[in-house]
């Protein structure tokens, strides 16, 4: 059992689309099986090959490609497992609580034979199940472990104790810290006056910034992603870009896995998450830097791409929607290949620690129409 319903308050009500649909999809395999008839269950193909990128949207959208699976000898236990994976979730709506991704695993335990030998192959069916029901797992009371990332700067975040008494939370009051991103963002509410949002891909980058006090010197909100966002980073940015009506520049470092793995998933999504990308994705971000001709304009140090990169970058000029769909980015693309070289933020340390606060950040921000898309 996830909880123990007799000392959680009954919450029928928090979700009842998502309840009706579990109950629903469940309710037809058990028909199926009641009429000698063999029940089926499709998800679409969460990648790159079932997507197109939508420009008057912002995101990638599913083509429709799906994957049926029907109950046979061989996918009795994945069917078994998804049963009890949606019966599991139907309990936690229920009574209103959550599991973290690694508990759910863990209660599989209990359910014998279907028990999952893994995480990964929980995780799987997990996201099946938010595909197939076109929710997200946070809908389902299923959350991640990971923190979503940390913010600094003029921003106060309305939050709720767990009593349900209203917090204040001034981002400008955590000395040398920062406040962190929850897990679960939908329930949040802003005020700020900040002018824009500076997404940055380093801890210790994000950290330099904090340290001159950068947010207070340009009226701007600072949110380290620390490396490739968390959904619930970008659930963050996108309300935050949303609701206070201000743009997001996103810095991180100069290479095929910061161009792509987190910059294109910020702004438009992924592949495996395709399903999901209107919600989880930031459309009005753009790319300031470090960029391929940064590396010139700033005489940066470098390092020699890797195998790994030259591959990526390539097979992101032949088959990602967005790089094909921006010439911006198939310009700086194969720049970054003829020179053959990758950049870390941290390289304007090579002018002096206070280089990217006093020199580089001006002199881009005078004019981010000239960022990447």
């Known amino acids: 059992m996830a909880a123990k319903s007799s000392q959680r308050k ?35 193909i969460r990648s790159l090959a079932n997507v197109k990128y939508m420009p008057q949207k912002g995101h990638f959208e599913m ?3 799906t994957k049926r699976r029907t109950l046979t ?7 078994a497992q998804t049963l009890k994976m949606m019966a599991l979730s139907k309990e936690l709506i229920e009574t209103d609580d959550m599991a973290t991704k690694r508990e759910a695993y863990y209660i599989s335990k209990n359910w014998g034979k279907a028990g999952f030998e893994e995480q990964p192959e929980s995780d799987t069916i997990m996201d099946d199940i938010e595909a197939m029901f076109g929710v997200n797992r946070e809908q389902l009371k299923f959350v991640p472990e990971e923190k979503g990332g940390d913010v600094a700067g003029r921003l106060f975040v309305i939050d709720h104790d767990a009593q349900g008494r209203k917090l204040k939370i001034d981002c400008t009051k955590f000395g040398s810290g920062a406040y962190s991103i929850p897990v679960a963002v939908e329930d949040l509410q802003f005020e700020s006056k900040a002018k824009f949002i500076l997404a940055i891909e380093t801890a210790g980058m994000f950290q330099r910034l904090v340290k001159y006090d950068y947010w207070d010197k340009t009226n701007c909100i600072l949110v380290s992603m620390g490396g490739v966002p968390t959904r619930a980073a970008r659930r ?45 994705c930031v459309p009005q971000a753009s790319f300031l830097g470090v960029t391929p001709q940064d590396i010139k304009d700033y005489q940066l140090p470098t390092h020699p791409l890797k195998e790994v990169d030259i591959k990526r970058a390539k097979d992101a000029l ?39 606060v006093n020199e580089y ?3 881009k921000l005078k004019d981010p129409s000239r960022f990447l898309p």
């Open 318 to 356: 032949k088959n990602d929607p967005f790089v094909k769909h921006h010439k911006a980015w198939q310009i700086a693309i194969n720049q970054m290949l003829n020179m053959g070289v990758r950049v870390e933020q941290q390289a304007f340390a090579k002018h002096g620690l206070d280089f990217v």
């Open 73 to 79: 000898v061989s996918t009795v236990k994945t069917f």
């Open 236 to 280: 963050f940015i996108r309300r935050l870009s949303d609701e206070l009506k201000i743009p997001v520049y996103a810095f991180v470092d100069g290479d095929p896995y910061g161009y792509f793995n987190i910059y294109r998933t910020l702004k438009v999504g992924s592949g495996n998450a395709v399903h999901l990308n209107e919600f989880f």
């Open 10 to 44: 009954s919450n029928t009500m928090v979700n009842p689309p998502v309840l009706r649909r579990i109950v629903s999809n469940a309710r037809e395999v058990y028909d199926k099986i009641e009429k000698n008839q063999k029940p089926t269950m499709s998800t679409p």
């Open 63 to 65: 083509v429709g490609k």
């Open 361 to 363: 950040l001006p002199a």
